[in-house]
């Protein structure tokens, strides 16, 4: 049982350059979330999904979007890349419809942007 | 804005010594969750509380929810060099969205032998 998997998980781009990151689960969970992680900022939530075809903004949405076409896949996409969106991302899953359960996170992509 | 404050941000101390890291908020939450991450990996959930004065044990690890659900706080006794780690809160979503959590910045734990 693979729970959250994140691919890739180092890539190097060039700015002004566009990549999509990949995340997959296999818990049959409903919600879905990217997170960035800086030094210091903790996890900030970027998109989130509570279901196929269902998505919505979080904390810092500016220059992302998502993609939630299949159930178990959660796509983040740059279109335009920054250096500002230097990060270490977090996907994570849980479970639908009740409160207080725990998210499942992936080991995260790292992402550098020159 | 960070709705979770945690204290302290880095934390180093020696093996056997016991430390509390606090998570202190302006809100209500449904819940407080502590996680735990190692360099490389992803956060991994320790224990979640709900209800307010709740206190729960894992091994060394004692955690608590304020009486009014807008803090917690986590007190490692003889902390263990495996101890080491990203240790963050997380507040449970009180409002529509169930699934949702807001997280504070992490403290960092270093235990040395």
């Known amino acids: 049982n693979a729970g959250v998997t994140q691919t890739p998980k180092f890539r190097v781009l060039k700015t002004g350059q566009s990549m999509t990151l990949l995340c997959a689960q296999d818990m049959n969970h409903e919600y879905m979330y990217w997170y960035r992680q800086d030094p210091g900022m903790g996890l900030r939530l970027i998109h989130y999904s509570v279901g196929e075809g269902t998505t919505a903004k979080g904390e810092v949405p500016d220059g992302y979007n998502v993609s939630r076409l299949k159930k178990q896949n959660f796509l983040l996409g740059l279109e335009s890349a920054a250096p500002s969106q230097t990060s270490v991302y977090f996907c994570a899953s849980s479970i639908q419809g009740f409160r207080n359960q725990p998210q499942h996170f992936g080991d995260g992509t790292r992402l550098s942007i020159l | 804005t960070q709705l979770l404050e945690q204290s302290p941000q880095f934390l180093s101390i020696q093996e056997g010594e016991n430390l509390t890291v606090y998570c202190n908020s302006s809100?209500?939450?449904?819940?407080l969750q502590w996680y735990r991450q190692e360099p490389g990996e992803g956060p991994v959930l320790l224990v979640t509380?709900?209800?307010?004065?709740e206190v729960k044990k894992l091994k060394r690890l004692t955690f608590q929810f304020g009486d009014a659900r807008k803090d917690s706080s986590l007190h490692i006794t003889a902390a263990q060099p495996g101890d080491t780690g990203l240790y963050l809160c997380a507040g449970g979503d009180r409002g529509s969205t169930l699934g949702r959590l807001y997280f504070g910045r992490g403290t960092q734990l270093t235990v040395w032998p």
């Open positions: 509380v709900v209800t307010g004065g």
């Open positions: 809100s209500v939450f449904s819940s």
